[in-house]
């Protein structure tokens, strides 16, 4: 039987980063990957969804290209945008397999089954690690009354795993991130969305009111509404399409169905109880502080374990898994480091408290605004939607949160997380040194902003 420091189960974004990271630092590294290589994340999420998102965002930003002198417009097809994806992805994939191979980081292909808290089976082989770290991720949740159907019925892992299926008209279910990011993206690829959601999209998200009234309308603009409070009752599948009946009667008929209804940690078959791990009443993995399962040599990370189910959050954890296996508890879990982001009608990104749970922390917020209406980079891009604000502590001003909304929040958030937990914070962005003109010198201003109207400028700017 091999031997190993470490196996990873699991190769998404944090299987693979953990197995990197432990290998660097020199231990022996097994990593076991039952379907393709890269997880979810690189081959049916943030990967291609991405890539989709920049063609919607390209067509979307086409209707001001008259003010530039440009003529003419754009229109997109999705089986083209697939297959651009289909080709991104392979790329990635190549290079993320091909780098493994270099570091030397053994990889077996099986659904990998605990046998006991150190023995793995893949197939007819038996692995043992030292230590190990469950990062098998997460499946699409499948509604009762949704009957999964190859071309009418399908997940988003359905979507990226197969070429799109014929017809225009989609209905795309959920109010989540999930639901939100799809009912924009199809719409500029070329589909008739019929949006279904329960509740308003993000409703149940940290994001600001402000940043969720600037979707809101941006979806509206360009004709994007979920038709909300409405489940469907009755789901049938036809030759030709899809029928959905909701509680008032009402019905809807569709080419197809995309349920962006959330996900499940995924545990199906790793015969996890024969380790000994707990699990709590969702089905997630029970881990401390440390990412330490209740058997402290076997760590969990990612969707698995933690219910933000993002690929930010599952790197972050194999960063913190890593750090406490080579250096047992030196490093605990930090969720409100992890930027969060949305990418729809408008970018969406945030970090930390928001004004809520600041009080509800008996913390007294003050926030800093700064609009990207008047900034010269985001006129200049006809694209002024948009701000950054950030969150500091009264009294001490600590920075306890932020959030950017407009184009590039996904980039700007990251200029604020290299910053977030030090307690001079807002010092280094007030003293920062900014490319002109540029979006990020929003961070600037929001920080002279907050320490003007809050009586901050002395732990903003010093004595």
Not at 131 to 148: C, D, K, M, Q, W
Not at 436 to 450: D, F, G, K, S, V
Request: negative net charge; contains cysteine.
């Amino acid at each position: 039987m091999q031997e190993f420091d470490l196996i990873v189960i699991g190769s998404g974004p944090g299987g693979y980063r953990a197995a990197v990271l432990a290998t660097l630092r020199g231990l022996t590294v097994a990593i076991i990957e039952k379907a393709t290589w890269g997880g979810c994340c690189l081959n049916r999420g943030c990967v291609p969804k991405k890539d989709w998102h920049h063609t919607a965002h390209l067509v979307a930003s086409s209707k001001e290209f008259a003010k530039r002198g440009i003529t003419g417009s754009l229109t997109a097809d999705i089986q083209g945008a697939w297959d651009h994806q289909h080709k991104v992805v392979e790329n990635v994939r190549d290079s993320y397999t091909d780098y493994m191979k270099r570091l030397g980081i053994a990889a077996f292909t099986g659904a990998g089954q605990f046998v006991d808290a150190h023995t793995v089976a893949i197939a007819d082989a038996q692995i043992s690690g030292k230590h190990i770290i469950i990062a098998t991720g997460s499946s699409p949740f499948v509604p009762e009354n949704y009957p999964l159907t190859a071309g009418r019925v399908l997940t988003t892992d359905d979507l990226f795993d197969n070429p799109p299926p014929a017809g225009k008209r989609v209905a795309v279910v959920g109010s989540g991130v999930i639901g939100t990011e799809f009912a924009y993206i199809l719409s500029q690829l070329g589909c008739e969305v019929v949006w279904i959601a329960n509740s308003k999209p993000l409703a149940n998200s940290q994001f600001s009111q402000p940043a969720l009234k600037i979707l809101h309308d941006t979806l509206k603009q360009l004709d994007i509404q979920a038709r909300t409070r409405s489940r469907a009752q009755q789901v049938e599948v036809l030759a030709d399409g899809v029928k959905l009946t909701f509680a008032d009667g009402q019905s809807e008929t569709v080419d197809w169905v995309l349920l962006g209804s959330g996900r499940r940690p995924h545990t199906d078959a790793l015969n996890i109880e024969a380790a000994g791990v707990a699990m709590d009443s969702k089905g997630f993995v029970k881990v401390n502080a440390y990412l330490q399962t209740n058997i402290p040599h076997i760590y969990a990370i990612g969707d698995v374990a933690n219910t933000r189910m993002t690929a930010n959050q599952a790197l972050a954890d194999a960063s913190v898994a890593i750090a406490n296996i080579l250096a047992p508890k030196s490093r605990k879990q930090n969720v409100a480091a992890v930027p969060e982001l949305v990418y729809s009608a408008v970018e969406l990104g945030r970090i930390g408290m928001n004004e809520d749970e600041a009080e509800d922390a008996e913390l007294e917020p003050a926030v800093g605004f700064a609009a990207f209406e008047s900034n010269p980079r985001a006129l200049g891009q006809d694209d002024i939607n948009g701000f950054v604000r950030l969150i500091a502590d009264m009294d001490s001003g600590a920075l306890l949160g932020a959030e950017v909304v407009g184009s590039e929040a996904g980039e700007i958030i990251h200029s604020i997380a290299q910053q977030f937990g030090h307690e001079d914070a807002l010092a280094r962005f007030a003293g920062m040194f900014y490319n002109h003109p540029a979006r990020t010198e929003e961070i600037q201003n929001a920080t002279e902003t907050l320490a003007n109207k809050w009586g901050l400028s002395e732990q903003v700017f010093g004595a």
